[in-house]
């Protein structure tokens, strides 16, 4: 099945700097690779997602990267804000589903 | 709509009880997952279905029991769990139920806080 691995586990970052997570998959049938950001308490909110056709995808501050040889994608949050404090999860799914990463601390230092 | 809604949103049982979650989306989604999901953890998936049949079930103990009356509805049985099995129990929807087509959008309901005692 897919293993999916994510670093860093927790990243602490000023106000207004940028922040990169990346994740790497083991399946190379995987074809879809969404980012969820979950606050306290609360549901995973899907913020971008990229399918493997496309190398880079641009939603306002945050983007993805694809690169498919070395199977492994990022998520760029630009000019961070307190609100993007969260914990964040990148996922790969093939023909069995969503495996998530074990997810990435982000603290927005004032 | 663009919801997928939950209930109820706190639970607590005892380990000799009944209970089931509910599940339901009106996004015209035919495909829908159970996920369980610890503290400080990813979401574990337990289930999935796909037009109303249950197409995924990774190994989960018989005391969890799904059910998909229509495709707008799952439900969770719960029956002699064990404190372990607390957890956020999170269901999710997708507009394809194809097993080859789970390259679309899930979308996350609030999730049901069960305690077991």
Redesign the interface.
Known sequence: GENVEQHPSTLSVQEGDSAVIKCTYSDSAS??F?W?KQELG?????II?I?SNVGEKKDQRIAVTLNKTAKHFSLHITETQPEDSA?Y?CAA???????????THLIIQP | DTEVTQTPKHLVMGMTNKKSLKCEQHMGHRAMYWYKQKAKKPPELMFVYSYEKLSINESVPSRFSPECPNSSLLNLHLHALQPEDSALYLCASSLYGDRASFSYEQYFGPGTRLTVT
Do not use: S
């Open positions: 074809n879809y969404p969820y609360k549901r995973p909110q899907l997602d399918r914990v999860f799914t093939g023909i069995d589903g969503l495996t998530f990463g074990k997810g």
